[in-house]
């Protein structure tokens, strides 16, 4: 697979573009995940013409619509960053990202939970930084996260999954548009899907069913939504002992009675937290192997990622 692109703020990559005249570098990003991805870096605030170092600022009045004002000169720098920004998007389209990367707490590429402060000083922490409200107004289905959102092993590992199935959904678009490429696609990732969401895997496999009976425009359409959809919401120990009870089904007949009781146990150990996933995963690509099961060789739930990113660790 060729490497995803991402956009990132740049203070993340150790560029020095922060109002202080520092970085925020962040060596999980640059040095692990950065194996496999590209960097789209953007800074906002340099992007939009303000010098290195700067006053630094702060969102105030309504949350819902703050403005991005200096903290000590009071200077307003909403409608330039608003303006620079609904450019960039546009630029951005070009850059077939999977996804994007932002700097927590910043007033400008904060994408939740950004103090934003009323006439008498007070901070609430509901408001997004400018250029992240822009950007996720304009790619909404794409995966987004903060860098300190990222330290949780769980958020990380949803991210990930995320942004490498979009990769591998953006190769089946730059094929030749055919239902049995969707088909496929879903054949691949049902059990993936099935980890996040039972009603998704329902609804998606209901839609690849009657894939025949639609226009193909709508499909694919339909099957992207559905599938960003569910990947937003989160895997959990029961959901993910549910894929591994169902994969066993696969082995009707196959399994000997100590490898079937093993791997209940190792499953049972799984969801109450006393291992990690990749312990029955582990196990079950052995049987995979030994049993030649191609319908589970080819799930992605099986393999999601490299083993550099040594996810599915954490119990
Ligand atoms: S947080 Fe955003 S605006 Fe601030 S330095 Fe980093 S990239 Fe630039």
Redesign the pocket.
């Known amino acids: 697979m060729e490497r995803i692109k991402l956009g990132i703020?740049?203070?993340?990559l150790g560029e020095n573009?922060?109002?202080d005249g520092g970085h925020?570098l962040d060596r999980f990003l640059t040095d692990t995940l950065g194996q496999c991805i590209e960097y789209v870096?953007?800074?906002?605030?340099?992007e939009c013409g303000l010098d290195v170092p700067r006053e630094s600022m702060h969102l105030e009045s309504n949350p819902d619509s703050p403005r991005i004002v200096t903290i000590r000169t009071k200077q307003d720098m909403t409608d330039r960053m608003v303006q620079w920004a609904r450019k960039r998007v546009a630029e951005l389209e070009k850059e077939d990202l999977c996804g994007f990367i932002?700097?927590s707490d910043?007033p400008?590429?904060?994408m939740e939970r950004i103090r934003v402060y009323n006439e008498k000083g007070v901070p609430v922490k509901k408001g997004v930084?400018i250029?992240a409200r822009i950007f996720m107004d304009h790619f909404p289905l794409l995966p987004v996260e903060d860098e300190g959102r990222l330290h949780d092993p769980e958020l990380r590992e949803n991210f990930i999954e995320r942004i490498f199935t979009l990769k591998r959904w953006r190769e089946v678009l730059s094929k030749k548009e055919s239902r049995g490429n969707v088909v496929d696609f879903h054949t691949r990732h049902k059990l993936l899907i099935l980890s996040h969401s039972p009603k998704y895997y329902q609804t998606m496999g209901n839609l690849v069913a009657r894939a025949k009976d639609l226009p193909l425009k709508d499909l694919y359409q339909q099957y992207q939504t559905l599938l960003m959809e569910s990947l937003q919401l989160k895997t959990t120990p029961k959901k993910n002992a549910n894929v591994l009870q169902h994969m066993m089904g696969y082995f009707r007949g196959q399994l000997s009675s100590d490898e079937k009781q093993e791997l209940l146990e190792v499953t049972d150990f799984y969801r109450k937290g006393y291992i990690p996933l990749i312990v029955p995963i582990t196990l079950i690509n052995h049987y995979v192997r030994k049993y030649d099961r191609p319908c589970l060789k080819q799930q992605v739930y099986l393999n999601p990622h490299l083993l550099e990113l040594q996810l599915r660790n954490h119990a």
Do not use: A, I, N, Q
Not at 9 to 12: A, D, I, K, R
Not at 41 to 46: A, D, G, L
């Open positions: 703020s740049t203070c993340l573009v922060r109002y925020k870096p953007v800074c906002p605030e340099v932002f700097k910043s400008s590429s904060g930084g250029f």
